[in-house]
């Protein structure tokens, strides 16, 4: 039901009888929608079709007709005739989209329950979003190849909506990405590495071309955090996690299969712990293999035949479960793979000092991989030699540091 410009009807008597609606609730109105069409997010407050003009296009539409009329849009609906002309039963929208749900009404759609899950959705994400800090901005770095015939779509909204929704939230900025209109680092076009016997070679280039202009952001502070959504092999996430480095703060986005909000981390969820093990113990310390089962299964006996019984082999694994696809589904889950992984990279440093590198064998989703290459020490630590399977045995793929 039209509320504050319309001029329909005006002069009958009904009209005529209808109290206009308070300041209060017009001011409260407006900024609880940030100036914006609560269904299109259409900003109302200025006009461009003939020229620039500010003008107030909003038209504020009652959830609940304003009168118990049969005429009156979802007028039947029992709410007592005082608390109507409220805030709670107003809703901010532009002519065409207020028109739409007062006609679609009589079609069973847009009921009252909808429009104010709507208006309670739009009210909370204005809020939420005004009150992050201006200058928490994050850089997006997408990573995106193929992974045995699927690729994923990461999109800008979708890396909008994973940061503003994040803890803390922060604006996500594109620079990287500025005149290529493509995701940063795309590695789709260079197929598999079961096909490409260059793969991993080119893999390397493509981010090391990146990583240099993240490098030059950073040294211009133009660049204070870093937002990771990587989609690809996983020695490719290895690789790219060591070289991002720990100079600005990154948090790492993981794909996740269960709803829409698919790069969301679940606000809520099981914390998993993990722990390591030595499930091969040899007297050459310098000799050293590492399997990291977090979403699947890794056996000894599936590894190459070079490592042999003079390895030293460890395993990192879920503490109390066994490894299974959801096993990291919170950022505190996450959290707990990379101090276990740290733990162990240091025992490393001291039991097995002589060695240069560690065999590494992952069975881990994106994140993770990411935060193996991230969390190892430059220099002080050894090599990481990542091994693939390809496609049912493991080669080596890259070393890393
Ligand atoms: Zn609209």
Request: proline letters at 4%; hydrophobic letters at 40%.
């Amino acid at each position: 039901m039209k509320a504050s410009t319309s001029k329909k009807q005006a002069g009958t008597s009904k009209e005529a009888q209808r109290k206009a609606l308070s300041p209060r609730v017009k001011q409260l109105l407006y900024v609880r929608a940030g100036g914006r069409c609560q269904l299109c997010q259409d900003y109302l407050l200025e006009s461009d079709e003939l020229g620039y003009y500010e003008f107030n296009r909003g038209e504020m539409a009652h959830i609940v007709g304003q009168s118990l009329a049969v005429t009156s849009p979802r007028g039947d609906f029992p709410l007592a005739k005082e608390l109507r002309d409220e805030v709670e039963n107003l809703m901010l929208l532009c002519a065409r989209d207020h028109q739409t749900i007062d006609k679609a009404i009589e079609n069973g759609d847009f009921t009252v329950e909808l429009l104010r899950e709507l208006k309670q959705e739009r009210e909370a994400h204005i809020k939420h979003v005004t009150g992050i800090p201006q200058n928490h901005h994050t850089c997006i770095v997408r990573l995106v190849g193929r992974i045995r015939g699927n690729i994923v779509q990461v999109t800008r909204p979708e890396c909008n909506s994973a940061t503003l929704h994040h803890h803390p939230a922060r604006f996500a900025n594109f620079a990287l990405d500025y005149h290529r209109q493509g995701v940063e680092i795309d590695i789709t076009a260079l197929g598999e590495p079961e096909e490409n016997p260059a793969y991993y070679q080119t893999v390397k280039l493509l981010i090391d071309r990146e990583i240099q202009l993240i490098r030059q952001g950073i040294e211009r502070s133009e660049i204070a955090h870093l937002s990771v959504f990587g989609f690809a092999r996983i020695p490719a996430l290895v690789y790219l996690g060591f070289q991002l480095g720990n100079k600005v703060g990154a948090t790492l986005f993981q794909r996740r299969r269960v709803d829409a909000k698919h790069w969301h981390w679940l606000r809520e969820g099981p914390v998993q712990h993990f722990e390591w093990e030595l499930i091969q113990s040899s007297p050459q310390v310098e000799r050293v293999a590492l399997i990291v089962n977090v979403t699947g299964c890794i056996h000894r006996w599936e590894l190459p035949a070079a490592i042999d019984d003079t390895y030293n082999i460890f395993l990192l694994k879920p503490t109390d479960v066994d490894p299974h696809a959801d096993t990291v589904l919170t950022v505190e889950s996450l959290d707990q793979f990379r101090q276990a992984y740290r733990r162990l990279m240091a025992h490393l440093e001291i039991k097995h000092k002589s060695t240069n590198q560690v065999h590494l064998f992952l069975a881990a989703p994106t994140a993770v991989a990411i935060a193996c290459g991230l969390d190892l020490m430059p220099h002080a630590q050894p090599t990481l030699l990542v091994y693939d399977r390809m496609p049912r045995e493991f080669a080596a793929a890259l070393s890393v540091n």
